[in-house]
């Protein structure tokens, strides 16, 4: 009887019956038809109620008078030196072409410099080795001595042609002679090392490489014996 009891409080109470629970198609909420959204009003952009930039006027400038007798650049008198604009006594004297001479500036020895002071234009340009040196433009005067003569520079490759004129220098580099025997003044270029007097001479009393000189007058002489030498 006893083992009946234990046994039967040992069984397990036996499992509830399931619940089955049933699924049904649940209705999705409907979207509403696309309300169209409302559009904000444009803001009006009114017109520019600033005051309207005044206007420029330009006022012409005066006009220059003529005034009577002025002359230049093509219509200097016969006696007026186109270079200085000063008359000259002879108008002759200006039936030639201008002449640029090489004139030394260092070392101090070359100072004062031989004729410099007739010459109608002097540019000082830079040597080498931060010295000086002259190319002097001479035409409405004809000093007999001028120096020292030294070597051209570039620069004279411009100047020669800007005046039409002749050259008179003592040398030059390689280079440099290049460019003058290379250009259309070729045949108006006066070396000094190849010519004797009375083209070019040296003062003994100098030490050499300062102690070249020339003569425009005779130089002019010599281009217009060799045909170069009518007024530009």
């Known amino acids: ?19 089955y629970e049933i ?50 650049p093509y219509t200097f008198a016969d006696n007026v030196d186109p270079l200085t604009g000063e008359t000259v006594a002879d108008p002759a004297a200006l039936n030639r072409r ?13 100072r004062p410099q031989a004729g410099l002071n007739a010459a109608d234009l002097v540019f000082e340009h830079y040597a080498e080795g931060g010295l000086t040196r ?19 520079r570039l620069i004279d490759y411009e100047l020669v042609p800007m005046y039409q004129a002749l050259l008179a220098f003592s040398g030059a580099s390689i280079g440099v002679e290049e460019f003058i025997y290379g250009s259309e003044f070729a045949d108006r270029a006066y070396k000094g090392v190849l010519y004797g ?7 003994e009393s100098i030490e050499v ?4 000189f020339t003569s425009t007058a005779a130089l002019w002489n010599l281009a217009s014996e060799e045909g170069v030498n009518a007024r530009p």
């Open 1 to 19: 009887m006893l083992g009946i009891l234990f046994s039967a409080c040992s069984l397990t109470p036996a499992p509830p019956d399931p619940i």
């Open 209 to 212: 490489p300062h102690n070249m």
């Open 98 to 110: 201008p002449i640029v001479v090489k004139i030394s500036n260092a070392p101090p020895i070359v």
């Open 23 to 72: 699924v049904t198609n649940t209705p999705q909420p409907q979207l509403a038809p696309d309300t169209p959204v409302p559009m904000l009003p444009q803001a009006t952009i009114a017109p520019d109620s600033a005051a309207p930039l005044p206007t420029e006027i330009v006022t012409p400038g005066p006009t220059l008078a003529t005034v009577p007798g002025a002359i230049g």
């Open 197 to 203: 007097q009375p083209y070019y001479w040296r003062d």
């Open 134 to 152: 002259f190319s002097a433009v001479f035409y409405s005067q004809a000093p007999e001595r001028v120096g020292s003569i030294r070597s051209a």
